[in-house]
């Protein structure tokens, strides 16, 4: 079945520590990449995504995630994370089945507590 | 911009009351979602509608149906509420698979079921 890894499920850090959380997936085929970041009391939302191109991709805030095929690998890396960067973090595969009714599968989210 | 509203951010059920979560999307997308979100559990998927009155199960539909009688508004329905109910439910929509179909979400309806 495919699945998604997140392999950090607890990280703590202090400010301007570097931030590079793992994210591996069991597919072979074409795939669609994503992370979304939840911040404490709100949403989830979108901090960046690959389709195609260029597998180093650049988000919002700072952060940014490279597509390493070889490795089934979508980590996402930010080089000094701040206080507001505490927030649990999302990475989710889409792959790339036909038909319209696309569901993403998701990684069990990796929380990020970052010590001022 | 975007917005996907749920009918509630916190709800309070007795156990065996029947639930209705609303999600209404402003974007006009085909695909509609519910989500359950507990801890160390992820996001898990109960149920979809890439149409409406479409609906597909997702990984975890027992205990729960759907509703789509209009594209923007999904609802999901708890027939018999049961303590195990009790989570985060987020409510999610996307453009179909030709277009960009991030998923935007909801701010989440946190249900306690006593």
């Known amino acids: 079945a495919q699945s998604v890894s997140q392999h950090n499920h607890h990280v703590i850090l202090s400010e301007a520590a570097s931030l590079e959380l793992g994210c591996n997936y069991s597919?072979?085929?074409?795939?669609?990449l994503f992370w979304y970041v939840q911040y404490p009391g709100q949403h989830l939302q979108l901090l960046l995504k690959?389709?195609?191109?260029d597998p180093l991709v650049k988000g919002i805030k700072g952060f940014e995630a490279e597509f390493i095929k070889s490795k089934f690998s979508f980590n996402l890396r930010k080089p000094s994370v701040q206080w507001s960067d505490t927030a649990e973090y999302f990475c989710?595969?889409?792959?790339?089945?036909?038909?319209?009714?696309?569901?993403?599968?998701w990684g069990l989210g990796t929380s990020l507590a970052v010590n001022p | 911009d975007v917005k996907v509203t749920q009918s509630s951010r916190y709800l309070v059920k007795r156990t065996g009351e029947k639930v209705f979560l609303e999600c209404v999307q402003d974007?006009?997308?085909?695909?509609m979602f519910w989500y359950r979100q507990d801890p160390g559990l992820g996001l898990r998927l109960i149920y979809f509608?890439?149409?409406?009155?479409?609906?597909e199960k997702g990984d975890i539909p027992e205990g729960y149906s759907v509703s789509r009688e209009k594209k923007e508004r999904f609802s999901l329905i708890l027939e018999s509420a049961s303590t195990n109910q009790t989570s985060m439910y987020l409510c999610?929509?996307?453009?179909?698979?030709?277009?960009?179909?991030?998923?935007?979400f909801g701010p989440g309806t946190r249900l306690t079921v006593t």
């Open positions: 974007m006009d997308h085909e695909n």
């Open positions: 690959y389709f195609s191109g």
């Open positions: 999610a929509s996307s453009p179909p698979a030709s277009g960009s179909y991030e998923q935007y």
């Open positions: 509608s890439y149409d409406v009155k479409m609906k």
């Open positions: 597919y072979g085929g074409t795939v669609n």
């Open positions: 989710a595969v889409d792959p790339y089945n036909a038909g319209n009714n696309r569901k993403l599968i």
